[in-house]
């Protein structure tokens, strides 16, 4: 069954509603409606969409004007002309003679892309409940509005970006308040797991969810996390390998460390359902050899280049060594808020931004001493307006590869109101106008 639409279409002239908590609707204050018209929703898969312009007819073309995208490069303004534009320059010219099993781009095959959104469950002051409780209720509003998965971060120290050191006992209390979005770690640190008790935690969330988890793994960073597990962290590498070689074995049901040992509940089919966080392009490849989905993280942190011409080759280097009949996947994650328009944004997320960025300097990862526009451009950051955010969206170049679009606001911690408004907007403005439909039914075979 069909989600009932959650959103009341923007319109200048009145008032606008949204549901809160699925009990009814409130007026959205008017410093937070979107001026302007509501963006038609695309009817195309992103192939298509991904070569139209904002406020564009179907053929391609848009009235004349610039439009100023809120990107993490700068302000870049897009000369908008009634003749077709080529959006999609980036592309690698032999994308589109690739067969879907190393296809580099969305094709008519290929017609809908996924939407995700990513909490690290961050909030203001010491109050974990309601930080808790928020973060739940983004889950809630992404099933209304027909996000198709929910991602968490795990985190044991706040000082790694999060609040969330149990991400499947959480995610099972999503599970309980949602019908139909997808629910997955972006990512758990396996170092720190035991794998045969990770297969446990994420096959009962499974069951209870009606087999809507997604597992992402990934390697960690953190010195003091690693000492405090009692793990060495200059083997990290090979304990992500040996560890997910294991919890491979328990989701598909063999037999793990003991005679007769396996995995209760039984797991469901994790085939496609596993998925690797890499930050280099033989880390692409190494995740393409085990048959894992590919997850890109919003910034390429040691990099002068922006992060997605530092992360297309990754995604290309995963795609040329993917040699498993089935499709491979691609989740980009990304930062994006849109608001009314750019002041607005910057007001929610500017300080947090460019905070973390002066944080990340101190460690080697950022140049020290950025300002706030060096911050949001080494974070990658879409922002302002959605018809700006999604100019700029166009403008990505990993974009055109992916199967799943993670949106996320952190490091940014925006008000609550704010953070939920911004998945409207989402949801309603800046996805379809890329391609994205939500999902009519639940989608539980992970594809």
């Known amino acids: 069954m069909a989600p009932t639409p959650p959103f009341t279409a923007i319109h200048p002239a009145g008032p606008e509603t949204r549901p809160v908590h699925g009990t009814g609707h409130v007026r959205v204050p008017p410093d937070q409606r979107v001026p302007g018209r509501r963006t038609e929703r695309a009817d195309v898969g992103t192939g ?9 007819a179907r053929d391609g073309t ?65 109050d974990p409940a309601r930080t808790y409780r928020d973060a739940q209720e983004l889950f809630v509003v992404a099933d209304e509005l027909g996000f198709d998965t929910g991602w968490v ?56 969810s009606g087999g809507r988890v997604e597992i992402g793994v990934g390697s960690g960073y953190s010195d003091t996390e690693y000492a405090a597990f009692g793990q060495d962290i200059t083997r990290k590498r090979e304990l992500t390998s040996e560890k997910l070689s294991v919890l491979r074995r328990a989701l598909s049901g063999e037999e793990v460390r003991a005679p007769g040992f396996r995995v209760q509940p039984a797991p469901g089919d994790f085939t496609d359902r596993i998925w690797q966080g890499v930050f280099s392009g033989p880390g692409a ?57 750019r002041r607005t944004a910057l007001r929610q997320i500017g300080d947090d931004v460019h905070r973390a960025a002066l944080r990340l300097g ?5 140049p020290k001493d950025l300002d706030v526009d060096g911050a949001l451009r080494r974070f990658h950051s879409f922002y302002g307006h959605p018809d700006e955010i999604t100019a700029a969206l166009r403008e990505e170049r990993v974009l055109p590869v992916v199967t799943d679009l993670i949106t996320q606001f952190n490091p940014a911690v925006p008000d609550h109101d704010a953070a939920i408004r911004a998945l409207e907007l989402i949801a309603t403005e800046v996805a379809p106008a890329l391609g994205w439909k939500p999902a009519t039914v639940p989608d539980l075979a992970g594809a």
């Open 362 to 366: 101190e460690s080697g990862a950022f």
């Open 62 to 126: 848009a009235a004349t004007g610039p439009v100023t995208a809120g990107t993490a490069a700068g302000r870049r303004t897009v000369p908008v002309t009634s003749a077709s534009v080529p959006l999609t320059r980036h592309r690698r010219t032999n994308d589109t003679a690739r067969s879907l099993k190393g296809e580099h781009s969305m094709t008519p095959a290929t017609p809908r892309f996924r939407l995700g959104f990513l909490t690290h469950v961050q909030g203001r002051g010491d």
């Open 285 to 341: 490849r190494h995740a393409a050899a085990g048959g894992a989905n590919l997850l890109l993280n919003r910034a390429a942190y040691g990099f002068d280049a922006p992060t997605d011409e530092v992360q297309r080759p990754w995604a290309d280097a995963f795609l040329d060594a993917w040699d498993r009949p089935r499709r491979p996947r691609v989740g980009l994650s990304r930062f994006v808020f849109p608001a009314k328009d």
């Open 153 to 208: 971060a795990q985190h044991h120290v706040p000082a790694g970006g999060g609040g969330l050191s149990s991400p499947w006992t959480f995610l099972a209390h999503a599970a309980a308040r949602t019908t139909r979005i997808r629910l997955g770690t972006a990512i758990t640190v396996l170092p720190l797991e035991d794998p045969v008790r990770l297969a446990e935690d994420i096959a009962v969330v499974d069951t209870l």
């Open 48 to 56: 298509a969409a991904l070569d139209r312009v904002p406020g564009g």
